[in-house]
């Protein structure tokens, strides 16, 4: 199931810099997209959501951005702070079913100090 | 923040044995759900509850999964006979409404090793 897909496994950044995580999906029926965090050994902690009927949603240092021609998404940090190291899941529901969510396999970002 | 409770942290069974994973979802959510993450998989959707019904389930959650509300504060998931393929983070997740206003919520996870 490739539906969501997150092509960088990994991704470092500086301290203060911005991080930029992709997401590409290829459903066109997906109308609500999230993103996630999760730190090792708990469960994934909301950060940010985005409706396809929006190109962009911010929420203080995290901002979501979505191309719906490109079926491409992307979050950006800025500034990065080392305690933003974690893996990022990028996430996708279709037809309003906001419960039923399609995972990406996850990005591990680590901000050096 | 209210924040959803998962017990065990780890429970390790042998083959063929019933386990049950437990779930206090957030007081005022109406809406359950279990998901699971095998290792170096993605997290996968399983099942969703609401009203003391399955709403949804996965082509993953088959006969030997039963998913339950016993009380008005837990969310069970059984699995009667377990399988080495049945090893993974299991992960527990409500919500207020099934709507773009209340994204979903995870507990920590429970580690299931079937030896």
């Known amino acids: 199931d490739q539906q969501v897909k997150q092509n960088s496994p990994s991704l470092s950044v500086q301290e203060g810099r911005i991080s930029i995580l992709n997401c590409d999906y290829t459903?066109?029926?997906?109308?609500?997209f999230l993103w996630y965090k999760k730190y090792p050994a708990e469960g994934p902690t909301f950060l940010i959501s985005?409706?396809?009927?929006?190109d962009k949603n911010e929420d203080g240092r995290f901002t979501v951005f979505l191309n719906k021609s490109a079926k491409h998404l992307s979050l950006h940090i800025v500034p990065s702070q080392p305690g933003d190291s974690a893996v990022y899941f990028c996430?996708?529901?279709?037809?309003?079913?906001?419960?039923?969510?399609?995972f990406g396999q996850g990005t591990t970002l680590q901000v050096k100090p | 923040e209210p924040e959803v409770t998962q017990t065990p942290s780890h429970q390790v069974t042998q083959m063929g044995q019933e386990v049950i994973l437990r779930c206090v979802p957030i007081?005022?959510?109406?809406?359950f759900y279990w998901y699971r993450q095998i290792l170096g998989q993605k997290v996968e959707f399983l099942v969703s509850?609401?009203?003391?019904?399955?709403?949804?389930k996965s082509e993953i959650f088959d006969d030997q999964f039963s998913v339950e509300r016993p009380d008005g504060s837990n969310f069970t998931l059984k699995i009667r006979s377990t399988k080495l393929e049945d090893s993974a983070m299991y992960f527990c997740?409500?919500?207020?409404?099934?709507?773009?206003?209340?994204?979903?919520?995870f507990g920590n996870g429970t580690r299931l090793t079937v030896t």
């Open positions: 997740a409500s919500s207020g409404t099934p709507d773009y206003n209340s994204p979903l919520h």
């Open positions: 459903n066109s029926m997906f109308d609500y």
């Open positions: 985005i409706s396809s009927i929006k």
């Open positions: 996430a996708a529901s279709a037809y309003g079913n906001t419960g039923k969510l399609i």
């Open positions: 007081s005022n959510h109406l809406y």
């Open positions: 509850f609401y009203n003391n019904e399955i709403s949804e």
